[in-house]
Nanobody
Framework: QVQLVESGGGSVQAGGSLTLSCAAS????????MGWFRQAPGKEREFVAA????????SYLDSVRGRFTISRDNAEHTVFLQMSSLKPEDTAVYYC??????????????????WGQGTQVTVSS
């Protein structure tokens, strides 16, 4: 079955950096857009970033553009989220996700079929 396993979360001070990783198995990785979402306490889960399956197109939430970078290694079945200039409002559980194969361009949570278990990111002021 499909498994998405995130790692790399932690606690940092404002202005710091973290890199999240998501290792995928059980799917033809290069056929899937990969996305990152986050959910803060008491808030809806929101789209953060996505990367096309093979042409490096990316999409970002406006509030993270220029601070976060999504990338992928199709040979290693891994997607990354490099986060810099972190702010307290970035505090959330971060989830890796994949929609159905070959789908690109959606930021809608319900379009994403596969989800990881999440990793906590805490940014203190």
């Amino acid at each position: 079955q499909v498994q998405l396993v995130e790692s790399g979360g932690g606690s940092v001070q404002a202005g710091g950096s973290l890199t999240l990783s998501c290792a995928a198995s059980g799917l033809t990785f290069s056929s899937y857009t990969m996305g990152w979402f986050r959910q803060a306490p008491g808030k809806e889960r929101e789209f953060v970033a996505a990367i096309h399956r093979n042409d490096e197109r990316t999409s970002y939430l406006d509030s993270v553009r220029g601070r976060f970078t999504i990338s992928r290694d199709n040979a290693e079945h891994t997607v990354f989220l490099q986060m810099s200039s972190l702010k307290p409002e970035d505090t959330a559980v971060y989830y890796c996700a994949a929609p159905r194969p070959f789908l690109w361009g959606t930021r809608v949570t319900s379009d994403y079929k596969y989800w990881g278990q999440g990793t906590q990111v805490t940014v203190s002021s």
